[in-house]
């Protein structure tokens, strides 16, 4: 019997919802495993910048850039092991498909808190290297440069699939 994707046409794999949900599991742990991995540097580095001399010379907008810049770090952070949370406080409790896709918003979720805390990031660094008007440009275009990856392209690829199985 093949299962129909979660919004989609018929695909052609012949899975219970159980083998469908736990591969698809697998699939987002792999996923999580990247993106952690990113964030918990990024969120190092960021740590340690409140350490550093020149942080005392900071301007007040620097320091609240730096302060959003964390809060939204810890937030990213939040947001991409949670799904570790999920599945480990729902274990047992016969709720795999449902805790796949309520992880898979939240990761989700994750990707854009990173967007936000890389454009932070970048914002802080280019308004000290260049300036100000130059590094909302920067940013600007690495937002866009963000957005076409992770969202636009796969957003395509997902339509132009659906055309496909018209």
Same mark, same amino acid.
């Given at each position: 019997?093949?299962?129909?994707?979660?919004?989609?046409?018929?695909?052609?794999?012949?899975?219970?919802?159980?083998?469908?949900?736990?591969?698809?599991?697998? %699939?987002?742990?792999?996923?999580?495993?990247?993106?952690?991995?990113?964030?918990?540097?990024?969120?190092?580095?960021? +740590?340690?910048?409140? !350490?550093?001399? =020149?942080?005392?010379?900071?301007? %007040?907008?620097?320091?609240?850039?730096?302060?959003?810049?964390? #809060? +939204?770090?810890?937030?990213?952070?939040?947001?991409?092991?949670?799904?570790?949370?999920?599945?480990?406080? #729902?274990?047992?409790?016969? +709720?795999?498909?449902?805790?796949?896709?309520?992880?898979? =918003?939240?990761?989700?979720?994750?990707?854009?808190?990173? #967007?936000?805390?890389?454009?932070?990031?970048?914002? #802080?660094? +280019?308004?000290?290297?260049?300036?100000?008007?130059?590094?909302?440009?920067?940013?600007?275009?690495?937002?866009?440069?963000?957005?076409?990856?992770? !969202?636009?392209?796969? !957003?395509?690829?997902?339509?132009?699939?659906?055309?496909? %199985?018209?």
């Amino acid at each position: 019997m093949t299962q129909k994707a979660e919004d989609g046409p018929e695909r052609g794999r012949d899975e219970t919802p159980e083998e469908r949900a736990d591969r698809r599991w697998t %699939d987002l742990l792999q996923e999580l495993r990247v993106a952690q991995t990113g964030v918990q540097i990024l969120f190092g580095f960021l +740590l340690a910048v409140a !350490f550093q001399p =020149r942080f005392a010379g900071l301007s %007040d907008t620097d320091r609240h850039i730096y302060l959003v810049t964390m #809060l +939204l770090g810890a937030a990213t952070t939040g947001a991409l092991i949670g799904p570790v949370s999920f599945h480990r406080l #729902l274990t047992g409790q016969r +709720l795999k498909p449902e805790t796949v896709v309520w992880a898979s =918003r939240l990761t989700v979720v994750g990707l854009v808190l990173l #967007l936000c805390t890389m454009a932070s990031a970048l914002l #802080l660094i +280019l308004r000290i290297v260049v300036a100000d008007e130059v590094a909302l440009w920067l940013v600007a275009g690495m937002v866009a440069w963000f957005v076409v990856c992770w !969202f636009v392209l796969p !957003f395509w690829a997902r339509a132009i699939g659906r055309r496909a %199985d018209e």
